[in-house]
């Protein structure tokens, strides 16, 4: 079976340091991925997807950036972190095509102090 | 652009009934998919059911029902049953072959005892 993970699950860091969070799947390859942001009480914003490896397209405009350096291996970075980039961040996953279901890691809390 | 609403940010049901989360979407296109996902206070974001626009029929799995009605762009979600478990953010989603998941701005649900 697959299985997506997310780590660190907590992260607190002080405006302007760096940020690298990562996701990995196993079980499956060549799957799409997937970022996401949460604000506090509020659905879920598409950040960043990718169908291959170093193949990524950027949703928003941001201070983030995302790289695919393996195929299972899906990590989101800034090189300067802002006060709004607080928030949860969750990882996805899907198959190659189109319109499956997207199944989700157990995301990271990001606070920005 | 694909929107989806959900227009009740809260709602609350007693243990052992039903209750009823509604959505509407709004899209130009004929094949998509509609999904419901749950987010308990872990805050990972749980797979409930998905539909296929293509199908008529309405999906089921156990407790949770749907009620889509393709012309009417409507897709609420029916638990039956209710159980204390179930308390959680419930969000709508739909996805085109475009590879992007619209999310609603979620419901509330808050079951008791």
């Known amino acids: 079976s697959q299985t997506i993970h997310q780590w660190p699950a907590t992260l607190v860091q002080p405006v302007g340091s760096p940020l690298s969070l990562e996701c990995t799947v196993e079980?499956?390859?060549?799957?799409?991925l997937y970022w996401y942001r949460q604000a506090a009480g509020r659905g879920l914003q598409l950040l960043f997807y990718?169908?291959?490896?170093?193949?990524i397209s950027s949703e928003v405009p941001q201070n983030l950036s995302a790289s695919r350096p393996q195929d299972r291996q899906f990590i989101l970075s800034s090189k300067k972190l802002l006060l709004s980039d607080s928030g949860f961040y969750l990882c996805?996953?899907?198959?190659?095509?189109?319109?499956?279901?997207?199944?989700f890691g157990p995301g990271t809390r990001l606070t920005v102090l | 652009a694909q929107t989806v609403t959900q227009s009740q940010p809260e709602m609350s049901v007693q243990e052992a009934e039903t209750v009823t989360l509604s959505c509407t979407y709004d899209t130009s296109e004929n094949n998509y998919y509609l999904f419901w996902y749950k987010q308990p206070p872990s805050r990972q974001m749980i797979l409930v059911i998905r539909?296929?626009?293509?199908?008529?029929q309405n999906a089921t799995e156990n407790r949770f029902s749907v009620n889509f009605q393709k012309a009417a762009k409507s897709f609420s979600l029916k638990i039956s049953d209710s159980q204390l478990g179930d308390t959680a953010m419930y969000f709508c989603?739909?996805?085109?072959?475009?590879?992007?998941?619209?999310f609603g701005g979620g419901t509330r649900l808050m079951v008791k005892p």
């Open positions: 079980g499956t390859s060549n799957p799409n």
């Open positions: 989603a739909f996805r085109s072959a475009g590879n992007m998941l619209t």
């Open positions: 990718s169908v291959g490896i170093g193949q």
């Open positions: 996805a996953w899907s198959r190659g095509y189109s319109t499956d279901t997207q199944y």
């Open positions: 539909q296929e626009a293509y199908k008529q």
